[in-house]
């Protein structure tokens, strides 16, 4: 049977630019709401007496998740002939963060979204930034209310240029910009005979060109390890080491290392729930597999091959980072910080820079406040493995947890010589 494709879209900007006006004319564009809903939702405008938006729709539908039995209200569904396409939680939204970094939901494509009669805002700064550092390559501007500006070509350009620089700054090329009217639902499913002048695409025929990408296939073998368990199998006891593969692929016989213990051994068999004799697992599997020898391995190491690039691992490592939390980082503060399993409480040695990401200029102080980007040392309490951003960005993405709360994300940019490594 033919099984069709997701793509997991983003949409990200300014409040008020329009992001719930755009995401309802999507679902109401593509036929993809609920039956009856949209009238449902005019019908109570009209007997309040109030303008009908079609931000309300959004609004309608969480109403209903949340007294439903869906609990996941942070997500909306749309599709097209080509696919469907899932629309999750916003960034600068602990969830949103929580997802990308841990893997559970990950954006492939963001919108973002610029009021044109406003211009572009911080935060239409911030989010780019934001984007950039979790690994979203792929993003398309729509330039929003362009009925507020008569669909003026020149505002539309100035726009188009001036975010274009600020974009190429933090290393971001976009697929397109697009002039739309949210309100007025112009080139959102279909191209309008308002902007002649633009020989672009309209959003929905620019989603369905957007190939979905599946580079991790082809990137070495990183599997975070969940848990090690014991099980007998027609009456041989073996251990499976089992974990969600995050990049590439392994197969039985291949020869493993799991980092930081550096232990190794062969892949003997590869265990899943459902289905036997498998001999090869790639990407965004949850599997297990026994290994040959007898070796402890436990939860939080990252399995990888000794035939591919090696992880990374130390006490004391470079991130970038972007700070969510109410309580400011400063020099010594504790917290518990995550990489795929891994966990150890970290240490901040040093705050390298800070950086205000609306404007990417470095502000001299010394501590880092919430909303702020900056570059910290941290002291981890014991080895961590890891990839380095600019190789193998998944296995390089960790969360900031401050008092069991997820307050911040990053990257891992640099691997310093640790204390006990220096002789
Ligand atoms: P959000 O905070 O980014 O989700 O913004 P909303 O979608 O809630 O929109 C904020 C306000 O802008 C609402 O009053 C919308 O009706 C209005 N709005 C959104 N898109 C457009 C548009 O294309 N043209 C005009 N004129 N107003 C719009």
Redesign the pocket.
Known sequence: DFIKESMNIV?V????????????RLLADTDSLPKGKLEQVKEKCRRSSKPF???FL?DALKDEQEQGITIDAARCFFNTKKRDYIIIDAPGHIEFLKNMVTGASRAEVALL?I???EGIKENSKRHGYLLSMLGIKKIAVLV?????VDYDEEIYEKIVEGYTEFLEQIDIKPEAFVP?????G?NIAEKSKETPWYGGKSVLDLLDSFETMRPELDQPFRMPIQGVYKFTKKGDKRRIVAGTIETGKFKVGDEVVFYPSGKKSRVKTIESLNKSDIKEAHSGYATGFTLDEQIYVKRGEVAALASEQRLDYSTRIRGNIFWLGTKPITIGSEYMLKIGTAKSIAKVEKIVRVIDASNLKNEQKGHVDRHDVAEIIFKTAKPIAFDLADKLSATSRFVIVDDYEISGGGIVVESLDSEENKT
């Open positions: 949409i900007g300014h409040v008020d630019h329009g992001k719930s006006t755009i995401i309802g938006e079609y931000a959004l979204v009021d044109a009669n929003n209310k362009m009925d507020l739309v009217s949210g309100f007025e112009v």
